[in-house]
């Protein structure tokens, strides 16, 4: 086989949805160094766009004062799995969008369809130019951003066990109350009018509840490769 036709079969596409506390993010950039591939957090992107917001006095209660507003940041992700990167108008965005303020508030923001047109634009053409290909994780990827993606695959796992993780990333957080914050968010999520957190019909669907993060990254590597020996 010639190294054209390799690299052509190999430059996949993946899709990871699923909602917080399932392994997304730790899963999706350890796929994508082990695989070669490009690293996308569209999840950081709406965070982004809500943190400039809330730092440049916009009502986030207000759909109205969003949607004007929505396309005046520009957002620049990094691809580099080992080392991703987020910028809002040049600055460097990637710890201050990780604020309890943003995650209270990116629901919100993000249920926009301004704020979602806007950005789902953005991470088509992310993922139109990684050549060799691109593990993108978030919410609607499968169904709506990339629903031509060579390979998706839906994360899941029961509130307790996302609760649990979340709460070890966040020091001294409450699991009851990370618990609740989280069913909240997936009500919020699967709810909303525009792109709503959903599993693709031809998604793989991984419950990483019983599994340990290194197990859930060899069974989504295991799908790649199947996929890729298949094209």
Do not use: H
Not at 27 to 39: H, P, R
Not at 141 to 159: E, N, Q, R, Y
Not at 173 to 192: M, N, P
């Amino acid at each position: 086989m010639s190294t054209a036709v390799e690299t052509a079969s190999s430059a996949v596409i993946v899709a990871i949805d699923g909602p917080s506390g399932t392994g997304k993010s730790s899963t999706s950039k350890a796929v994508a160094a082990k695989l070669g591939l490009s690293y996308l957090d569209t999840g950081a992107q709406y965070r982004a766009i809500t943190w400039w917001m809330l730092n440049n006095g916009i009502d986030v209660s207000s759909p109205a004062e969003i949607a004007t507003a929505a396309a005046k940041p520009v957002i620049v992700s990094g691809t580099d799995p080992s080392a991703p990167t987020i910028t809002v108008d040049g600055e460097d965005a990637s710890g201050p969008i990780r604020t309890q303020e943003v995650t209270s508030k990116v629901s919100a923001v993000s249920a926009v369809p301004e704020v979602r047109t806007i950005i789902t634009e953005l991470q088509r053409s992310i993922a139109a130019g990684a050549e060799g290909g691109i593990v993108v994780e978030g919410r609607d990827i499968g169904t709506t951003v990339l629903p031509d993606a060579d390979i998706k695959i839906f994360l899941t796992a029961s509130p307790e066990a996302r609760a649990a993780r979340r709460s070890g990333e966040v020091k001294g957080s409450d699991l009851a109350a990370t618990r609740e914050a989280l069913i909240r968010r997936d009500a919020a999520d699967s709810g909303r009018k525009a792109s709503p957190l959903a599993k693709a019909d031809d998604a793989v669907e991984v419950d990483t509840t019983e599994l340990t993060l290194q197990q859930v990254i060899e069974c989504v590597v295991t799908l790649v490769e199947e996929k890729r020996t298949a094209a």
